[in-house]
């Protein structure tokens, strides 16, 4: 079993900025691959970032070149960046891992809520 923990999430401008953690425990955790994905009001969730163990990373075409994928694995900890930010960015971002890919989508944390104002 893998234990997720997001936190970073908050209110912010629109071209504005924030930084996502993730923290992960478990005894393999550190073995899989780590992903974000979010959901909007009214919404289903959507994929938006993966990265594999090794940093191989794969991203939705709408954060492509604005978000920012990385993991630190001596520290079991998924971060993602997010530059120039819209309001359309405003969900609940789901940190996520697993073994299938890009999705790694085999477990969830309970999630952080990102909102974007204009």
């Known amino acids: 079993q893998v234990q997720l923990v997001e936190s970073g999430g908050g209110l912010v401008q629109a071209g504005g900025s924030l930084r996502l953690s993730c923290a992960a425990s478990?005894?393999?955790?550190?073995?899989?691959?780590m992903g974000w994905h979010r959901q909007a009001p009214g919404r289903e969730r959507e994929f938006v970032a993966a990265?594999?163990?090794?940093?191989?990373?794969h991203y939705a075409d709408s954060v492509k070149d604005r978000f920012t994928i990385s993991r630190d694995n001596a520290k079991n900890t998924m971060y993602l960046q997010l530059n120039s930010l819209k309001p359309e960015d405003t969900a609940v971002y789901y940190c996520?891992?697993?073994?299938?890919?890009?999705?790694?989508?085999?477990?969830w944390g309970q999630g952080t809520q990102v909102t974007v104002t204009s």
């Open positions: 990265i594999s163990r090794s940093g191989s990373t």
């Open positions: 478990g005894r393999t955790s550190s073995t899989y691959a």
């Open positions: 996520t891992a697993g073994s299938n890919w890009p999705a790694a989508s085999a477990y």
